[in-house]
């Protein structure tokens, strides 16, 4: 934490647990008999309810979306930037909500958890969830924070997914859905580099069908691999070029495999460290969960039809340089609104970061996000 | 091989080896003390010896560019599409070549050779070579040949840049530089997805630092993961969604990580047969041939000074849906040329294929490339 917590942080904050004792089915077939999940929230609800903002997290995030767990810790909450007193989410305002979604290996009940059932960690045997299923377990924690209606969903990339999702389960209870950077399905490219990361987890030596830990080892080239192909994924072209260029690390080139040119260096240094801070059983979960994604298809591929009962007003942006979730994938969710005569704004900002461009103090970006959540504000009489 | 070769086939080719007991002197530093190249000839070099083309491959490539080994062959060399009589490259006019580069594994001396001086397998003890060593152990086959110009020297990807790199280094001996699909140097996303791949194979256990041949294995998972990561760079996002969309392969997703959808079971083959037909060394070099290509850098990152002496006539062309090296760093090509005056001329080909658009038969491509051919016979003579 800086020596000075700045004025338009939520500053120190602390996460929940939630114990949820009702089983819980899945879009598998399976059933979770029990779970817990793990959550923040920052700012307070107001008397009658209507200020409650649900923050929903990307691929390897968490439930620590602003402010920091304690002066020892360097870095904020992933979304510090649009969430605090005085910011896009204004927590001053807003009673914000961020939990840690499913199968995930941050504290929510996920693969690194230990099953009630067997007394061991669940590991591979960890049912693989939807979105559908992450909102189902997001409504009932809803009702248990007494929250009957959002104000607004939020989410960027995976986390718009779970917004969309919202105003299709759960109409009545979402009255803005605010969907950043994100996408109605993957396509045959996203879920592409998805196997090809999945196939370096699955065919690591170390990862032994994914008991890895009763094994006492872990998969760390193939989740290495993974994670440095995704990174190339949330950076555009432009982007890198602007950060790396060619530009070498020795001045020179080695006539060998050590790194030669910086964008290596960095590549390397995100893949190993990440390996300290994620599972490789819920990489690949999270990376199905992505490719599942597809609420048209109950529709016969018609995303109209999905949005249909929807009755939330969206707000949709997106970002020029983002080849992971191109504007045309924005587009699409836009299109498919509108032929329903559907509530909807959409914003694509002018921006050279790619798909992390959503985490970014980009100030066009700021300013619509802002500007919509005036809306948001009004509609929550707050 | 058809039951009947086509009219427009070279038919029934042969490859023809040449050894070399001169020493090659490498960018590296190293030196060869004597190699083979094994390559292919299509055409009858006329009398004058002014019809002869050369056609350099690409990454994983190799010289058997054009008809067919045997009766029981089932495709064709690579580039059957463009070369053959009446075809763009017209083998009834051209005396065609096609070496096997340096450091490959299809025959000319590379990682899975023998070194003479040790009686064992190259294996990593191969030296790293670049372009401009190809060009110049292409330059003394040539010599060897009789040919003391090319009318034209040709390739897509990495074979632009040997192309390229001849125009600069033996500015008399190329009259027509043939740049399809290439770039002057590779971004940092390009550098960074080949780092991926080399990561995928020299984290391989079965690496064993190169020397898997001595162990009795394969780094086969490694080779497998950099070839389907390749194969989505080959592939436009748009090609990717014509070709499988999210068709699923048994019509319902499973809930595990067995095959879903189609497109993953595409990339499994892919990465899975290539590894019976290619090296892993030598994949690693290739990438780092390709990563230190830069002709700029000698010349102050100045492109146009580093084509300042060129002589040749440039043909520069790419496709509208190539995001490995897009028509943008084709237009680099053709900016630093005419920054110098030089005789270029620049087609954009609208195409969906991304960038194995260049082996693909696409009207318009294929017309364009017979009418810059023209040029060529009429400065050949033929």
């Known amino acids: 934490m800086p020596e000075t917590i700045p004025k338009d942080s939520v500053g120190l904050v602390q996460p929940h647990f939630m114990h949820f004792d009702e089983p819980l089915s899945l879009d598998s077939g399976r059933v979770l008999p029990s779970y817990d999940l793990i959550y923040e929230t920052y700012g307070t609800l107001n008397p009658a309810g209507t200020n409650a903002i649900l923050l929903c997290h990307a691929l390897s995030s968490d439930h620590h979306a602003a402010g920091y767990h304690s002066t020892e810790e360097r870095k904020p909450g992933w979304w510090e930037t649009c969430v605090g007193p005085g910011k896009c989410i204004d927590t001053n305002r807003f009673f914000v909500v961020c939990s840690n ?13 230990v099953n009630p059932e067997t007394g061991k960690v669940f590991g591979p045997d960890f049912p693989l969830v939807t979105v559908k299923d992450w909102v ?12 009957k209606k959002w104000a607004a969903v939020v989410g960027g990339s995976l986390g718009g997914m779970q917004a969309m999702q919202w105003t299709i389960d759960y109409p009545d209870r979402i009255q803005h859905a605010i969907v950043i950077a994100s996408a109605a399905k993957l396509s045959a490219q996203n879920i592409a ?14 990862f032994h069908e994914g008991h890895y830990q009763a094994n006492n080892t872990l998969p760390r080239r193939g989740l290495m691999i993974a994670r440095m192909l995704g990174h190339i994924t949330y950076l555009s072209d432009d982007a890198m070029r602007a950060k790396f260029g060619r530009e070498l690390r020795e001045g020179k080139v080695n006539y060998n495999f050590d790194v030669d040119f910086q964008v290596e260096s960095y590549l390397r240094y995100q893949g190993m460290s990440f390996v300290d801070r994620f599972d490789a059983n819920t990489y690949l979960l999270m990376t199905k969960t992505l490719d599942y994604f597809d609420p048209a298809r109950e529709c016969d591929d018609d995303l109209s039809a999905a949005f249909k009962h929807a009755l939330a007003s969206f707000f949709v942006l997106s970002f020029t340089s983002d080849w992971r979730f191109a504007p045309q994938r924005s587009k699409e969710i ?6 329903d005569d559907k509530d909807v704004s959409y914003v694509e900002v002018e921006a050279n970061h790619g798909h992390d461009a959503f985490l970014m103090p980009i100030p066009r970006y700021l300013e619509a996000f802002s500007l919509y959540m005036e809306r948001v504000a009004k509609d929550a009489c707050v």
């Open 136 to 147: 189902k377990s997001q409504a009932i924690f809803s009702d248990r924070l007494g929250i």
């Open 193 to 206: 580099f998805n196997e090809v990361a999945r196939q370096a987890i699955l065919t690591d030596p170390d």
């Open 334 to 339: 836009v299109k498919a609104l509108l032929d």
């Open 101 to 113: 979604n499913l199968g995930s290996c941050k504290g929510s009940t996920g693969p690194v958890s």
